[in-house]
């Protein structure tokens, strides 16, 4: 008995049963019989041929196959057999096998293979090729964005993608679309912005786009300039005179963006609120209550805020205790000379002098003779003492 097996067509069209083979009689009277063969041949499929993914995502394939496999495994693009890590979960059921990703990366990407062995040590197997593609990605774009006054202003605008992306940047809904003396759009996609000014704050827009998947995000951010603190002090506070046990008052105005703090410091530290430190309109003004003698000298006031700071000194002179000063004329209380003598009082100047110290002398005309003069005396009485005035002195 002569059997004849299918050829492999045939047999391809089972894959995985008994294969029948055709017998013929011996020639005795016999007749043709039917003998069944096993023969198993392995079909492999995955339910994807080609997949694309973003990077941070998961995916997962299925492997099929028909047949009697001993072992079904998956392999990376590297040809290396895969196992179960953080980022790659295997589930074999029966005739299947699903391959699970987690958090794509860059690297994933190539050609992923289902291989199934049988018995006999036939292999058979199924490819997915995986394209791995970055999303646009901002990374770290700060908003606001602060720089100092006259500095040159590098905007950042971090941004990513694979493939590289194009980047447009917007000012007051305007594109920059080429260099100019004010801006500068630099390589690595940030935005310059020479010698920057207050004017130059506002809103400025990073807009990325992918052309091949006409993919696009922006991102606002603020640009904000600071300007440091100018200090302005009125001429009368410049320096200043009081009576011992008065009171006197400094006036300190600063400018700038942020609004600069205001502190005021003698001797190297700051003075704090107290009774005998008041301090008003946010520091802009300090007064200095029930002088005594080592209250004299000088006072700093200080400007700061982002972008830097700047101090000034001011003076105080305090009178002595039976000090007195004034002037012989209208607008200064005059105190007697002499006991039995009261004081002529000079004519009205013409431009009568602010200020008195005690090395000063009050102002003269060409018919005063003799000529007077500020007088500065201890008085024998207190009641006799006349109240000296506070002046500023230059």
């Known amino acids: 008995m002569i059997g004849t097996p ?9 894959p995985c049963k008994s294969l029948l083979h055709k017998s013929h ?52 693009p590297q040809g290396e057999r895969m196992v179960p890590s953080q980022r790659v979960a295997l589930h074999n059921e029966g005739f299947r096998s699903r391959l699970t990703l987690y958090n794509a990366k860059i690297e994933d990407a190539g050609i992923y293979r289902c291989q199934a062995s049988d018995a006999q040590g036939h292999t058979q197997e199924a ?12 990374r770290d774009v700060r908003s606001p964005q602060e720089f100092r006054q006259g500095d040159v202003a590098e905007v950042v605008c971090d941004v990513s993608s694979s493939p590289v992306p194009v980047v447009s940047w917007f000012y007051n809904n305007v594109e920059i679309i080429e260099d100019t003396e004010k801006f500068q759009l630099l390589q690595n996609n940030n935005l310059q912005v020479q010698r920057v000014t207050k004017a130059d704050e506002g809103v400025y827009r990073c807009e990325a786009r992918v052309e091949a998947r006409g993919e696009i995000d922006f991102r606002d951010i603020i640009l ?49 609120e107290s009774e005998q430190y008041v301090m008003r309109a946010r520091g802009t003004t300090l007064t200095v209550r029930n002088i005594q003698h080592d209250d004299g000298g000088s006072y700093t006031c200080k400007a700061s805020n982002k972008a830097g700071e700047v101090e000034h000194e001011l003076f105080l002179k305090v009178f002595g205790e039976d000090t007195f000063f004034y002037w012989v004329s209208s607008s200064l209380t005059a105190g007697p000379a002499d006991d039995d003598t009261s ?20 102002p003269q005309t060409e018919s005063q003779s003799p000529p007077q003069r500020a007088i500065a005396r201890k008085s024998d009485r207190a009641e006799d003492r006349p109240r000296a005035r506070s002046s500023p002195i230059v």
């Open 6 to 14: 299918l050829n492999p067509r045939e047999a391809s069209l089972i």
């Open 25 to 76: 009689g011996d020639g005795a009277g016999s007749g043709d019989f039917a003998i069944y063969h096993s023969l198993c041949v392995l079909q492999v499929s995955i339910s994807l041929k080609k997949v694309e993914l973003s990077v941070g995502e998961s995916k997962f394939f299925t492997c099929t196959v028909i047949g009697e496999p001993v072992s079904l495994d998956w392999y990376n």
């Open 127 to 138: 490819t997915v090729v995986l394209e791995i593609y970055q999303k646009l990605t901002f």
């Open 224 to 272: 904000v300039v600071n300007v440091p603190p100018v200090v302005s002090v009125p001429q009368q506070s410049f320096n200043a005179t009081a009576d011992y046990g008065e009171s006197v008052t400094f006036t300190c105005r600063a400018y700038g963006s942020p609004e600069p703090d205001i502190t005021w410091h003698r001797k190297g530290v700051q003075l704090q």
């Open 343 to 362: 004081p002529t009082p000079y004519p009205e100047p013409s431009q009568p002098s602010p200020h008195c110290t005690e090395s000063q002398s009050p």
